[in-house]
Every structure is written in C-alpha cells, then in structure tokens.
C-alpha cells in the first residue's frame, strides 16, 4: 500500500538524520514491487500524510514530515542552512576557476551539501566528469587547483573544503548500484558541466528508478555550454603524444598511491574513494524495511 511505502521513505531517510518536504517524500517515494510509484500524484501522497499524522505515524513539523518524537531533526536541518549558504558562496567563487580546468567536462556537488543534510563540520563532495582519454592527467590538474586555493580536504582539515572523491571519464553505467547510489545520483548536481551531468544522469536511469522511479535524475533541458577559452588554450599544449605520455605517468603515480579498500573503486573509467561510506548501513536499513 502507498502508506506503507510513505511510512517506508520516512524511515529510510531517518536513518540519515533527514527530514522530508512534501516534495521530497514524493519525490523519494523508494519503489514498491506491487505498485506503479511512478504514476502516484504529488495530492494523493498529501492526502496519505494527513491520514498517518492523525494516526500518530507521522509527525509534520515547520513544512516537514518525519517520524514521531523526531521534530528535534527538523530544527536541525532548518538550523545548518546556514552552513549551507556559506558554502554555496565557496561554490560560486570556484565556478569560473573550473571551466578553465584542462580535461575538466563538468564538476558535480553531492553529498550533504546537494540534500540540504549539511552540518558545521560537513566538507563539500564533488563529482569530477572528465574527458575519457584523460582521466589521471585531469584529475592531477583539478587536485593541483584545490590544494594551492587552500581549498581542498586532507587530513583533519574537513570543514567547508572540497571533497574530490569521485571522478568518472565521460558518461557510462555506473557499477556499484543501490540504494544509496541512486540516493547520491539523484542529489547530483551541476556546479559546472551541466549539459554533462544531465547526460551522466541519463545514463544512469534505469537502474536508479529501481530505487526511486519519481526522481528527476534527467533534468531540465539545458545548453550545452562550451569551454573557457583557457581551458582550449592549455588542452591544445596537452592533446597530443606529449599529454598521453603525460597520462600514462599520472595513471602509474597516482595507481601506486591509492590504497585499495571498501568502497574505492580505481578502474580507467572511475576512480571512487570513499572508505567512510555510509552504504552499509542505509543498504541493511533499506532491505529490513
């Protein structure tokens, strides 16, 4: 039944300390085998959630619904909205940076920040989509960015910096599919690339409307835009036999310093990193729902 489906979501979500908007419940609406969610109306799941808060199994609090006794995550995430805007202003100052970036095809923000889940302590993640033939090299150059901004994560220097834990080269299926994938790569994001991200999204769809067929993973129609004049310039001096001999460099370097482990995937296509992955728990949570 669509309750139980409503009431599953909420669940879901509690796991993450994150509380849902109207929009969001239906929006993340997880799939039911014995009905169509995809074809469920935004004032039906309205209606289910005025029914289940006058059973007490749902609590609506400020504009948001979350399980009963658990308003205090509400105030919590109204709360860290600033942390939020902050950030966003670190984001919008990198933007024009990153078109200049060699190899860089777009930039995407998930994580914390793409939900609206961010806390004072949250970094920001990106997705790194790159040009398929240089995947090593773009990921050297991006890596350089960030660290000479003082901008980039390392150590125990976390707070407001840049996450770079996720790069693909070009579009493709992505391995690795669940929940917690979908999750991600429905929060996706375009910080640049945005022609690219929706192209990555599209790619990805069928396997991630499993999970959530309501969500929106193609997005708006949008242009395509085109790279910064910088970023031709310095690509014409790399997109040669000199920049793939450059590449297969960066691959070997960067190939013997990443340590291999749960969730890090390393392949020519995706290099992912991301050892304090939160999968394990939301998987085994979504599967006892």
């Not at 074809?39 to 039906?44: A, E, F, V």
């Not at 960067?254 to 392949?267: A, E, F, H, M, P």
Request: hydrophobic share 40%; proline share 3%; with cysteine.
């Amino acid at each position: 039944m669509l309750a139980d489906q409503i009431l599953k979501t909420l669940k879901f979500f509690d796991t993450q300390q994150l509380p849902l908007t109207l929009i969001e419940v239906w929006r993340f609406l997880l799939a039911d085998d014995s009905a169509d969610t995809a074809s469920i109306p935004l004032g039906r799941v309205a209606q289910l959630l005025d029914i289940l808060e006058q059973h007490g199994q749902v609590a609506p609090h400020l504009g948001y619904y979350c399980l009963p006794g658990r308003q205090l995550i509400v105030s919590q995430r109204l709360s860290n909205y600033k942390f939020g805007l902050v950030r966003e202003q670190r984001i919008k100052h990198h933007r024009n940076w990153l078109r200049r970036i060699p190899f860089v095809r777009a930039v995407g923000l998930t994580g914390s920040q793409a939900f609206g889940e961010q806390k004072a302590e949250s970094d920001i993640d990106l997705l790194v989509v790159t040009d398929e033939r240089y995947l090593f090299l773009a990921r050297l150059f991006i890596t350089f960015y960030f660290q000479i901004t003082g901008s980039r994560r390392y150590g125990k220097n976390i707070a407001n910096r840049f996450c770079l834990n996720h790069y693909v080269a070009g579009s493709f299926e992505m391995s690795g599919q669940s929940a917690y994938t979908a999750l991600e790569y429905a929060k996706l994001r375009p910080v640049i690339g945005a022609f690219a991200i929706k192209h990555f999204k599209q790619k990805n769809v069928s396997w991630m409307k499993r999970f959530f067929p309501n969500a929106i993973f193609g997005g708006p129609n949008v242009p395509y835009e085109d790279s910064s004049i910088a970023q031709r310039i310095i690509e014409s001096i790399f997109d040669n036999r000199f920049g793939k001999y450059l590449e297969s460099v960066a691959k070997k370097y960067q190939l013997g310093r990443i340590k291999t482990g749960d969730y890090i995937r390393v392949s020519d296509t995706e290099l992912a990193f991301h050892p304090d992955s939160k999968e394990v728990a939301l998987v085994r949570s979504f599967a006892e729902l």
